[in-house]
């Protein structure tokens, strides 16, 4: 059973940082390349960051360049998006993806973990 579980979402007050991770299951998830989508109220769902299948090419959305990172840990299963100098405008609800290039429907989506942003 694939699964996706995602965690280290909550409030934070602007300028603050936390830690979402994504624990997999049920697939080998170094065959996978890793990303964070983020949805908020009222608007389509965006790429946030992703990292390739062995780690070696990460990219992240201009909106976040220099305030968020992607890594991820293939012995763990575990992906991880580190979030610093928090804004009110990245409150959404952050979802982990999971997608074995060029192969059609190997794509696995996790439950979401919501952020918010505000004093």
């Known amino acids: 059973q694939v699964q996706l579980v995602e965690s280290g979402g909550g409030l934070v007050q602007p300028g603050g940082s936390l830690r979402l991770s994504c624990v997999v299951s049920?697939?080998?998830?170094?065959?996978?390349?890793m990303s964070w989508y983020r949805q908020a109220p009222g608007k389509e769902r965006e790429l946030v960051a992703s990292?390739?299948?062995?780690?070696?090419?990460?990219n992240v959305a201009d909106s976040v360049k220099g305030r968020f990172t992607i890594s991820r840990d293939n012995a763990k299963n575990m992906v991880n998006l580190q979030m610093n100098s928090l804004k009110p405008e990245d409150t959404a609800v952050y979802y982990c993806?999971?997608?074995?290039?060029?192969?059609?429907?190997?794509?696995?989506w996790g439950q979401g973990t919501q952020v918010t942003v505000s004093s």
């Open positions: 049920g697939f080998t998830f170094s065959m996978y390349d």
């Open positions: 990292v390739t299948s062995t780690g070696g090419t990460t």
């Open positions: 993806n999971a997608d074995r290039r060029g192969w059609s429907g190997y794509n696995h």
